[in-house]
């Protein structure tokens, strides 16, 4: 049963000390919400057509593919340079300058001009000069055992094995996917009036699931070449086929210098699960809560994931969501029961598996969270209050971002990283402060000590002149004027900060990289080491032959997450 | 060659900061620089001349306060660019506006004045009336009138030549702002002084050069790009098979 919007009443959204926390946001799946589900919902809604329009691929599946989308306000083309990479050569790290592909997304038709610079450009990446109309652009390598394990198999008439998949469920994975005016391509502001792509993130997530079917289209292509004869994989199978990405060190200063926008993202999450648990159960939303647990936990237990850490976090999500359904199917469908649901889980489960129940719990309402994906983007102008009092910048300081004031910035362990960007591709790293290179030229990520330092010169100015001005305490500090302007505008923000203390010794970036993959939509989280972690995205999506039929059942054609090899879901406990 | 907006935010920051900008002053002076650009109002140009007078060894000192009260505040900029120098005293200005009604600001011996049109679109966008006013040149004598209305981030701009010089006629390197809390500030040419209009730009003017700006990209010299990259390249940290590992394994 679902209340009616007009006599809800407003949703009661959780504090910022809870969501903002860093172990929580590492724990986070991605939901209804994140980009690629919205991307894949939109595209079946607005009936989008996506389809070849070249394929030029020698026998050993080289050379240039295009792919038209055709949505009802415009026509973008996907273009694909795939070249031959050495073993050698193949690096996921930025500072690599060759990939097994190359990709982009290009706005509007590609005439043989606009081709050949994108065929001397797009290959390069970085060091290019890439074209204007271009939205995204994107590079890939192989999984070097799956890719070569499926050429194998089908060319031998076999399905491969689809247990391949289990480990790492894609054929290539990106290692970066670029939009809002890198290296010369379209500026994001470009699409903010364009009503396929305003929501952030949505064409580098088209770019990446055409590139999910061009994996499977150079698969199938290579394989027929050496059999002499054409052969398909399964759809099961290529249902279960997603895009790896590959990420570091790179993706964590957006979400530092990027707040308002975060701040956008998790208040819409909030609000959705706050709607989610405002509604009154029925037996049907208790029994699809039971199915989506079950299809999560036999996703989860299905995947192999290297990294021992991370195996044992989902191990323990398993066997908590266990726990979960045998209680779920046996107690009724009370009027509090999601808030019973979600009281024990915070007091009992690990934050993994209570981030998996408020991503189940949100899937359970279309109906009100999807409108909310609309509210994705914002404006990030952050702006000086010159004549705010200085005493209530500091109370400011007090009553939004007290979390800083308790960091302990004088032992070594409480200031022991510093954050820095290398002049090998502007790669972010972390240095041990006193220790490695390059102190001197510290990125300011770490807000938490940079807002405790201004709190005690606030205190000190203050204790001069009691009824001082921020613009006062500017004029005489000038180097401070984008942290105040930043807690200024933050206080009215609850969402934007993320409450950790990036230079102490324990912070793990881990948790930065998988709050922002989760919005984005990934799965399958698999870590290396603390600062570099494998996802997929798209396993388990639509594909495009399903999009291009235009699909009759649009819940059916959304409901894809926790993607299971079998393709079916798996059988969840019955309701007694 | 042609670079995309975010590219020169960005690199003009990274640049900034290695000239020793602090991030805020930059982010402003980026901002300024993107600003004028948008309106296809010659930013490159100006930052080109501010980099050329520009030199490591002598970084940017802040401006020195010659006179404050509570309405009028005189600063000497010491010659400097004001990307460097403008942003917090217009804060202060902007300050003083809106507890007193109006507010006037003196930016004595200041540079690349043109450019803090930037950064007074973003205090008409805050609510506050502004216009400021310079001398382009002392022989022929130009001046520029900018003015902006309140929540609006396009001005009306007059440039004009003088045909009768003043008797006193020094060197004027300096710019004078006011602010209005309630009083719109829009720059009227008056009839009996004999000028020569130079340009003339308005609102609806502004807006079609930006949308044309915004078509055709922004073009920029290879040399003032390349200039940007190498002080961008002072905030990088040299890269070692130890620092390396600072960002993981990767593979």
Not at chain 1, 279 to 295: F, G, K, T, V
Request: hydrophobic share 40%.
């Amino acid at each position: 049963m679902i209340n009616d919007p007009a006599t809800s009443l407003a949703p009661v959204l959780r504090p910022a000390a809870t969501v903002m926390d860093l172990l929580r946001l590492g724990s986070l799946s991605s939901s209804r919400l994140s980009f690629s589900r919205s991307l894949i919902r939109k595209m079946g809604r607005q009936r989008w057509q996506i389809f070849q329009t070249r394929f030029d691929l020698d026998e050993h599946g080289y050379g240039e593919v295009i792919y038209r989308i055709q949505t009802p306000y415009a026509r973008y083309h996907v273009v694909i340079f795939s070249r031959e990479l050495d073993d050698a050569h193949r690096s996921d790290r930025v500072i690599a300058d060759a990939w097994d592909l190359t990709f982009g997304l290009v706005e509007g038709d590609v005439e043989d001009t606009l081709m050949a610079s994108l065929s001397e450009n797009v290959p390069l990446q970085e060091a290019g000069r890439q074209h204007a109309k271009l939205l995204v652009i994107s590079r890939a390598n192989r999984s070097v055992r799956n890719f070569s394990a499926f050429v194998d198999q089908l060319s031998q008439g076999k399905q491969p094995e689809v247990a391949l998949l289990h480990s790492a469920g894609y054929l290539y994975r990106t290692t970066a996917v670029y939009g809002n005016g890198k290296f010369g391509i379209a500026d994001f502001s470009k699409l903010k009036e364009n009503p396929d792509f305003r929501t952030p993130f949505s064409a580098q997530m088209l770019a990446v699931y055409v590139l999910r079917q061009f994996s499977i289209d150079q698969v199938e292509h290579i394989a027929a070449h050496r059999r002499g004869a054409p052969i398909s994989l399964s759809t099961a199978l290529k249902r279960y086929v997603g895009i790896g990405n590959s990420t570091g060190l790179g993706m964590a200063p957006f979400l530092i210098n990027h707040p308002l926008l975060i701040n956008q993202w998790v208040h819409m999450r909030e609000t959705a699960l706050a709607l989610a648990k405002q509604q009154i159960p029925d037996e049907a939303s208790q029994q699809r809560l039971l199915e989506l647990m079950a299809r999560a936990s036999a996703s989860l237990a299905e995947c192999t994931i290297e990294d021992s850490e991370q195996n044992s976090r989902n191990e323990q999500v398993v066997l908590e969501l266990d726990s979960v359904q045998a209680w779920l199917s046996q107690v009724p469908a009370e009027e509090d029961l999601w808030i019973q649901l979600t009281d024990w889980a915070d007091a009992a489960l690990s934050l993994e598996t209570q981030e998996l129940i408020n991503t189940l719990l949100i899937e359970l309402y279309p109906d009100y969270v999807d409108v909310l994906e609309d509210s994705m983007a914002t404006e990030e102008t952050m702006d000086l209050s010159p004549d705010m009092p200085l005493v209530q910048l500091k109370q400011l300081i007090e009553t939004h971002m007290d979390w800083t004031l308790s960091d302990e910035l004088q032992s070594t362990d409480g200031r022991y990283w510093f954050w820095y960007r290398s002049i090998e591709k502007e790669e972010p790293r972390l240095g041990i402060r006193g220790v490695d290179e390059g102190e001197e030229k510290e990125l300011a990520l770490a807000i938490g000590p940079r807002v405790q330092r201004v709190h005690c010169a606030i205190e000190a100015h203050l204790a001069e002149d009691p009824r001082a001005l921020t613009i006062d305490y500017l004029m005489a500090n000038p180097r401070e004027s984008d942290i105040v302007r930043r807690i200024q505008t933050m206080a009215g923000s609850a969402y934007g900060e993320i409450r950790a203390n990036l230079w102490h010794r324990d912070m793990k970036p881990m948790h930065l990289l998988r709050a922002k993959l989760s919005f984005l939509g990934a799965q399958r989280f698999d870590p290396r080491g603390d600062r570099w972690v494998r996802v997929t995205f798209f396993q388990g999506a639509p594909l495009l032959s399903e999009l291009n039929a235009e699909p009759a059942d649009l819940n059916d054609f959304d409901d894809w997450s926790f993607a299971l090899s079998s393709g079916t879901v798996a059988e969840p406990p019955r309701t007694p | 060659m042609n670079v995309s907006f975010n590219e020169l935010q960005s690199l003009s920051w990274k640049a900034f900061v290695g000239m020793g900008f602090s991030d805020g002053q930059a982010s402003d002076a980026a901002d300024m620089l993107c600003w004028m650009e948008s309106y296809g109002l010659g930013g490159l140009k100006a930052l080109n001349d501010a980099l050329q007078q520009y030199s490591l060894e002598h970084p940017y000192a802040p401006p020195e306060i010659v006179y404050k009260d509570t309405d009028v505040t005189v600063l000497d900029a010491n010659n400097v660019s004001v990307l460097a120098c403008s942003h917090l005293p217009l804060e202060l200005a902007f300050t003083q506006a809106r507890a007193r009604g109006l507010s006037v600001l003196k930016l004595k011996r200041c540079r690349q004045r043109q450019l803090i049109m930037g950064y007074l679109a973003r205090l008409a966008g805050r609510g506050m009336n502004v216009t400021a006013f310079w001398r382009n040149s002392q022989q022929p004598l130009t001046e520029q009138v900018v003015g902006f209305r309140a929540n609006s981030s396009v001005p009306s701009i007059r440039i004009y030549a003088v045909s009768e010089l003043p008797e006193e006629n020094k060197e004027n390197t300096g710019i004078t702002v006011i602010l209005a809390n309630h009083v719109d500030l829009l720059p009227t040419m008056r009839s009996e002084y004999q000028y020569d209009l130079l340009a003339r730009h308005d609102e609806a003017d502004l807006l079609e050069l930006r949308s044309q700006a915004e078509k055709a990209g922004i073009s920029v010299e290879s040399a003032l790009w390349e200039q940007l990259r190498e002080f961008a390249k002072l905030t990088l940290v040299a890269s070692t098979s130890t620092s390396r590992l600072g960002a993981g394994p990767g593979d």
